[in-house]
């Protein structure tokens, strides 16, 4: 049974930074596509960084140059960095996990398992 458990969400002032974690367990993990989506108040799930078993990256435009997603597979976690954040950079953020290969950022349906979700607030 898959799992994943996000932390390191807060409140920060705008221009701070945030590290999210989550911990995956239950499968092989370098295995699987490994992604981070959020979604604010009112508006729909965005997909915003992809990292695949082969170790390349996406990240949605919103985001590039700021946000960064890493994992250390010793540890079965994976990382999302944020820097410079921004007020419109306040929603929940979902870890995700896809199996075998990464379903697109802008398809959130396609993959296969969620974390419970951290809340970001930038003001």
């Known amino acids: 049974h898959v799992q994943l458990v996000e932390s390191g969400g807060g409140s920060v002032q705008a221009g701070g930074s945030l590290r999210l974690s989550c911990v995956v367990s239950?499968?092989?993990?370098?295995?699987?596509?490994l992604g981070w989506f959020r979604q604010a108040p009112g508006k729909e799930r965005e997909g915003i960084a992809s990292?695949?078993?082969?170790?390349?990256?996406k990240y949605a435009d919103s985001v590039k140059g700021r946000f960064t997603i890493s994992q250390d597979s010793d540890k079965g976690t994976v990382y999302l960095q944020m820097d410079t954040l921004k007020p419109e950079d306040t929603a929940m953020y979902y870890c995700?996990?896809?199996?075998?290969?990464?379903?697109?950022?802008?398809?959130?349906?396609?993959?296969?398992?969620w974390g419970q979700g951290t809340q970001v607030t930038v003001s």
């Open positions: 995700t996990a896809d199996d075998p290969t990464c379903t697109s950022l802008s398809w959130a349906p396609g993959w296969d398992y």
């Open positions: 239950g499968y092989t993990y370098s295995s699987y596509c």
């Open positions: 990292l695949d078993p082969d170790g390349s990256t």
